[in-house]
């Protein structure tokens, strides 16, 4: 069982057990935390640093000397140094000669540089063995051990050996280290902690269009509507009930497009009677974000389920009950219906299993979990369960709605009810998906997927081709 140092004590370690010595260029922020983090772990740490005499804040067991005299210590030499400043290195070429530099630098920009530091560093010294490494790891992170976000340590370069050293000393250090492959993956790397969100970027946009839109949607139907024909100010309804049409809304209409994207990519496979041609790459990406869409269109459900929550303590809906109970009293008899105490219990019963199902989904999203299950028990919650939480979901605005579907009293100015919008993505789709699981469509959807080609011929001269 290999050791790793999560955030014990400094060991006391016997001299007999003492690990290698590594070299860390630059007593900066970075240099001082991962100096701080490898003596923790056992290893002896010698600082190269411009001014040694001036260096303050340092490990104690660490020694600090001249960039020239630390280099000779060690083989392996971190350099803790913004690329800028990578100048000097020339001039210390004959001592670095063979040693393993591992370049933990970053940029302020995405692709600022034509090549990635650890390559203009390989091209600065080029007796060296560059790794890049522990650029995604931040100074304050390891100093405080909060290495949750960034337990992962991305690691790229051209010899393998010196690599799997560098690898040893991320693993000893309790982190994670993934192989990238050749230096040329650095560029990749370098990019990485620059990005903010990729993968949420279009949906967060979406979701935002998509409720921006069924906003003002609500307020025309619901507030100006009434005021322009009745004088009615109906403006209090922006506060819960506006936000409790538009939330629901947006949910089942981003889980629709959770699965829509399956649908679409089934249909493409079998038109081209291949799945060996690529998806449009709108297609791919859009598949690629589909957690994140499904995750936004969780969180609007919650947010749904809280607005409903206090619909019988806001006034409006006290105020509403208090004259019903009057006029009940004055007409005496009013008959229990129990097609209605049936429409509105199953509407709200559909509602709580498809939200208790919507949950689940999110909850086998978690990495902790969705690490413990294998790929087809992950695709049968994610997919099958998925569907069902669609299905139930869309029931239940179904049921919600009624008779009032389409109903012309209910049309303002042409305008249906606000959840009329939410059905046309979901409806669309499961109808479809009905016709996708047809059995002789499903069987050939499925040799498909096991690679069957309607006509390899044709396909192989086309293969490559990306879209349509
Ligand atoms: C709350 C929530 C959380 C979510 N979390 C995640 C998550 O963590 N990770 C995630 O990936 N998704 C997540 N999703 C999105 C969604 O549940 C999954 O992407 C789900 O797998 C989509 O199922 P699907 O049937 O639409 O598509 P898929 O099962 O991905 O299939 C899509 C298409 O890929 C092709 N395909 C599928 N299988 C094969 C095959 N064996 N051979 C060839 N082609 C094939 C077919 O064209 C198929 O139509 C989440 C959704 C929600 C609502
Ligand atoms: N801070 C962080 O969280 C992270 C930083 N990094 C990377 O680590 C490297 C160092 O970052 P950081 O420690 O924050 O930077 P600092 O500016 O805090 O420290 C850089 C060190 O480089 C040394 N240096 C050598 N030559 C020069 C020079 N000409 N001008 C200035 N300094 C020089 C200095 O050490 P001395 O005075 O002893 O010579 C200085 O302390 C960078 O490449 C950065 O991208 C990577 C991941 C996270
Ligand atoms: C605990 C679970 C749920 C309960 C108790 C519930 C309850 C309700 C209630 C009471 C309404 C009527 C609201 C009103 O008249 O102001 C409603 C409407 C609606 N619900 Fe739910 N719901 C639940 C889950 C969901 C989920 C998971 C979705 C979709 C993903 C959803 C989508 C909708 C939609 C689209 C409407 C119509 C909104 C409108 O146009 O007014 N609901 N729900
Ligand atoms: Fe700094």
Redesign the pocket.
């Known amino acids: 069982m290999e050791k790793t140092c999560t955030d014990a004590l400094p060991l006391t370690m016997n001299s007999s057990e003492k690990q290698e010595t590594i070299c860390i260029?630059?007593?900066?922020?970075?240099?001082?935390?991962l100096g701080f983090k490898m003596i923790q772990c056992g290893y002896s740490v010698v600082?190269?640093?411009?001014?040694p005499q001036?260096?303050s804040l340092l490990p104690n067991g660490a020694e600090?000397l001249s960039?020239s005299e630390a280099a000779q210590n060690s083989d392996i030499i971190i350099?803790?140094?913004?690329?800028?400043?990578y100048d000097?290195l020339t001039e210390l070429a004959e001592v670095l000669n063979g040693k393993i530099l591992v370049d933990?630098?970053?940029?302020l920009k995405i692709n600022q540089y034509p090549e990635s530091?650890a390559e203009y560093l390989a091209q600065l010294v080029p007796g060296t063995r560059v790794v890049k490494a522990?650029?995604?790891?931040?100074?304050?992170a390891?100093q405080s051990g909060a290495l949750d976000a960034s337990r992962q340590v991305f690691a790229c370069g051209n010899d393998s050996k010196a690599k799997q050293r560098v690898m040893d000393i991320v693993r000893t250090l309790g982190l994670t280290p993934l192989d990238q492959g050749s230096l040329v993956a650095a560029k990749e790397i370098e990019n990485y902690?620059l990005q903010l969100f990729p993968m949420w970027r279009f949906p967060i946009y979406l979701s935002a269009v998509l409720c921006i839109f069924l906003f003002f949607y609500c307020v025309v139907r619901e507030v100006i509507y009434p005021y322009v024909y009745k004088k009615k100010d109906e403006t209090f309804r922006m506060a819960i009930s506006i936000p409790n049409r538009v939330f629901p809304i947006a949910a089942l209409t981003l889980l629709a497009l959770v699965y829509l994207p399956g649908v679409i990519a089934a249909i493409l496979q079998l038109y081209r009677g291949t799945k060996y041609r690529r998806f449009p790459d709108w297609l791919d990406h859009w598949m690629l974000c589909r957690k994140q869409l499904g995750l936004i269109a969780l969180g609007f459900a919650f947010l749904h389920v809280l607005y409903t929550l206090v619909i019988p303590i806001r006034y409006y809906v006290r105020w509403k009950l208090r004259n019903i109970t009057v006029t009940q009293i004055a007409n005496k008899d009013n008959p229990l219906s129990t097609s209605s105490a049936w429409h509105s219990d199953s509407y709200l019963a559909l509602g709580i299993l498809g939200f208790f199902l919507f949950v689940l989904l999110g909850i086998t999203s978690l990495p902790s979990v969705s690490n413990t299950v294998n790929w087809r028990e992950f695709r049968f919650v994610q997919s099958k369960l998925g569907y069902l939480t669609l299905i139930l979901c869309t029931a239940h605005t179904l049921a919600y709605g009624g008779k009032r579907f389409l109903s012309p009293s209910t049309l303002r100015w042409c305008l249906p009810s606000a959840y009329v919008l939410a059905l046309i993505i979901p409806c669309t789709m499961l109808v479809i998906k009905f016709i996708l699981i047809m059995p002789c469509i499903d069987k050939t959807l499925t040799r498909i997927r096991q690679g069957w080609e309607r006509n390899s011929k044709i396909s192989s001269a086309l293969n490559g081709k990306t879209d349509i």
Do not use: C, K, Q
């Open positions: 260029f630059g007593t900066g922020d970075f240099g001082r935390s600082f190269g640093s411009r001014n001036m260096s600090v960039y350099v803790a140094i913004h690329r800028e400043h000097f933990v630098s970053n940029n530091n522990f650029n995604t790891v931040s100074a304050w390891l902690p």
